[in-house]
């Protein structure tokens, strides 16, 4: 899978220095998938979420053993996963991340 959003991977990694190893695990692991839907992303992750919004279905990580979130929109057919936000688990729970998407 081809991975757009770094910039945001990179920021939030320069904030939380303990998810670098995590998020780059993720990465590395995403950009070896072949995913046709979504049962595959939950055999590669098994806690892996999907959140729908307005018609459009977001994947959502645990990362670092559920101390951050990662929200993502993947194209199937596209063959890309696209970051939207990584947040820490305290942030996520207060849910205002949905009114950003």
């Known amino acids: 899978m081809d ?9 939030f990694k320069a904030k939380h220095s303990d998810a670098v190893r995590p998020l780059d695990r ?12 979504f049962a595959q992303v939950r055999e590669t992750f098994h806690s892996a979420d999907l959140y ?7 994947v959502v990580f645990n990362v670092a053993g559920n101390k951050y979130r990662l929200i ?3 194209d199937y057919a596209g ?18 991340w949905k009114g950003r998407l």
């Open 3 to 11: 991975i757009r959003g770094q910039i945001v991977l990179d920021k």
């Open 26 to 37: 993720w990465q590395d692991l995403t950009e070896n998938a072949e995913w046709a839907n």
């Open 52 to 58: 729908t919004q307005d018609g459009i279905g977001y």
């Open 72 to 74: 993502t929109e993947v």
């Open 79 to 96: 063959i890309l996963v696209v970051v939207d936000m990584v947040m820490t688990h305290a942030e996520y729970s207060k849910d205002r």
